[in-house]
């Protein structure tokens, strides 16, 4: 009888042991899942960023070409500009051109 008692005591320490070697394993596989959600969720987010400025890329590329193209004008113009101009006139020409050039810096 005393054997049989100590064999149930090793079976219950055993089982005792797979018990909490499954909690242990359920709570990693639990913690792992969350971070895959976060991953998945940071991913979607990225991805979501990234098409957004996809879609604004391509306007301010435009609007930054004809910004470059009126500054490039504007400084072609402005020694005819100040020939023609009275003198007092000149610096106002002079603050449309530095306006389209401010508009001509990257974004």
Do not use: W
Request: glycine letters at 4%; one cysteine or more.
């Amino acid at each position: 009888m005393a054997e049989l008692n100590r064999g149930a005591e090793l079976v219950s320490a055993a089982a005792q042991q797979a018990a909490s070697a499954g909690r242990s394993l359920a709570e990693g596989a639990s913690e792992q899942a969350a971070s895959i959600e976060e991953t998945s969720s940071s991913l979607e987010e990225m991805a979501s960023m990234t098409k957004q400025n996809a879609g604004h890329s391509s306007p301010a590329s435009l609007l930054t070409r004809e910004t470059k193209t009126t500054s490039e004008s504007c400084s072609r113009l402005m020694p005819s500009v100040k020939e023609l101009r009275p003198e007092e006139a000149i610096p106002f020409a002079e603050e449309d051109c530095n306006a389209f050039r401010l508009k001509a810096k990257p974004l």
